[in-house]
């Protein structure tokens, strides 16, 4: 079974510094790693997504991620945040041997501060 | 905007009735699947559909029905309707290959009374 750790409920950033969301993943086979952006009473925006190759994923708005396999982890980053940033963010995995299913993590809602 | 749409946006039933809800996919893909979205959690996995089969189904009772139509765009049915199936209930739509992104629909927001 495939599974996605989302370790905190929120984080707290001012407007101009580093943001890091981080995310940990469980799958039997090789993963497809996915990061999507909610805003309020809104679905799901996809950011971007790791499929091979390059372990550094770049994305929309200036975010990327970094695909780490020994320790089963895609944490998303943006060098400079911005207040538009706030909002509520997902990671998702699909595993390649078990379809087209996404799973998701619980979510970490993003608030940055003026 | 994804080209996703949904409807109803926001839906108001009674215990024990039946919904149902639509969603018009992004032109072009051809899969088409369904979450469930309970009040601050991650959305879960109903179903998917390919060539108006199902193709694949997470952890939902059999009271969760859907279609999809040869344009592509689907229903998610629910019967007999419990409290808890008071969520926002989102459709994704894609192709068909596991390496390529979905994309959402606004969502309905479903409240069981």
């Known amino acids: 079974a495939q599974s996605v750790a989302q370790p905190e409920d929120q984080v707290n950033v001012a407007e101009g510094n580093p943001l890091t969301v981080k995310c940990t993943y469980s799958?039997?086979?090789?993963?497809?790693l996915f990061w999507y952006v909610q805003y309020p009473n809104r679905g799901l925006q996809f950011l971007l997504k790791?499929?091979?190759?390059?372990?550094l994923v770049k994305g929309s708005y200036g975010f990327e991620a970094e695909f780490n396999k020994s320790q089963t982890s895609f944490h998303l980053k943006k060098p400079s945040a911005l207040v538009s940033d706030s909002a509520l963010y997902f990671c998702?995995?699909?595993?390649?041997?078990?379809?087209?299913?996404?799973?998701f993590g619980g979510g970490t809602r993003v608030l940055v501060k003026p | 905007e994804t080209g996703v749409t949904q409807s109803p946006t926001h839906l108001i039933k009674t215990r024990g009735q039946q919904v149902t809800l639509r969603c018009s996919s992004q032109?072009?893909?051809?899969?088409v699947s369904w979450y469930q979205q309970a009040l601050g959690q991650g959305p879960q996995f109903i179903f998917q559909?390919?060539?108006?089969?199902?193709?694949g189904r997470g952890n939902f009772p059999p009271r969760f029905s859907g279609l999809q139509f040869p344009n592509y765009s689907s229903e998610l049915n629910v019967n007999a309707l419990e409290l808890d199936d008071s969520a926002l209930y989102l459709c994704?739509?894609?192709?068909?290959?596991?390496?390529?992104?979905?994309?959402f629909g606004q969502g309905t927001r479903l409240t069981v009374v």
């Open positions: 799958v039997s086979g090789n993963p497809y």
């Open positions: 790791y499929i091979t190759g390059d372990n």
């Open positions: 998702a995995v699909r595993d390649r041997a078990a379809g087209n299913k996404l799973t």
């Open positions: 559909y390919y060539r108006e089969e199902e193709n």
């Open positions: 032109s072009g893909h051809n899969t």
């Open positions: 994704a739509s894609s192709f068909r290959d596991a390496n390529t992104e979905a994309f």
